[in-house]
């Protein structure tokens, strides 16, 4: 069985990666469609088993989800700290980072596929791809080349810095996310490295965010 794995598309489908999809047997989609017409398109390609992204207003797709493939025990979620019980799971995804991660804790694999939709900064556009076989299952991380040559160049060192210069102001998140025209989520994870490491400069709030 193959089984692609998707997160965080925010209602873009590239040519590239819909071509990915052909040959899958189902498709597993870690939230943030952001609209009905992404769920629809997918489905019209395999069976898609997806849970609610905080940008899912949408529908009533589940917080959560636990299902079998071939024997193979998965858990998702959007944000990790909504996964269902891991204990016995053989992989558990989540999404929401927009960075792919990969690892094993115990006899469990964390699995993040990153976004492969709108690029968040300089981050990758990525899915993994998931060929299952009697209980055993192997992960193939893809990248999105594509994505990477047509991205806009983003001084990541800027947005900080201007986000940085709004919180000072006594601006909100979503004020602040509303005026830089970013993610409301990115300004949050930025804004909270800030305020709650006194002293830190720019730089340090870009190593923090592994950047």
């Not at 040519?15 to 469609?33: P, T």
């Not at 959007?78 to 269902?84: A, R, S, W």
Request: one cysteine or more.
């Amino acid at each position: 069985m193959k089984a692609a794995v998707l997160s965080d598309t925010h209602d873009l489908l590239r040519q590239e990666v819909l071509d990915m999809l052909s040959g899958c047997d189902c498709i597993l989609h870690a939230g943030d469609f952001a609209s009905e017409a992404v769920y629809r398109k997918l489905s019209s390609i395999a069976p898609v088993h997806g849970v609610r992204g905080n940008a899912d207003a949408w529908g009533t797709l589940p917080l959560s989800l636990s299902l079998d493939l071939e024997g193979v025990h998965i858990v998702m979620a959007h944000k990790k700290k909504d996964l269902p019980e891991t204990a016995g799971a053989d992989l558990a995804i989540t999404g929401h980072t927009h960075r792919y991660s990969e690892a094993k804790s115990g006899e469990t694999t964390f699995l993040n596929p990153g976004s492969c939709g709108p690029r968040r900064l300089y981050l990758p556009a990525t899915l993994a791809l998931l060929t299952v076989s009697g209980r055993h299952f192997e992960i193939r991380r893809v990248d999105i080349q594509q994505a990477q040559e047509s991205a806009p160049a983003q001084n990541i060192y800027v947005q900080v810095t201007q986000v940085v210069q709004e919180t000072q102001k006594g601006r909100s998140v979503s004020e602040t996310a509303r005026r830089l025209h970013m993610e409301d989520d990115l300004v949050e994870q930025i804004v909270r490295l800030y305020v709650t490491h006194p002293g830190v400069t720019v730089e340090g709030i870009l190593t923090k965010m592994g950047l």
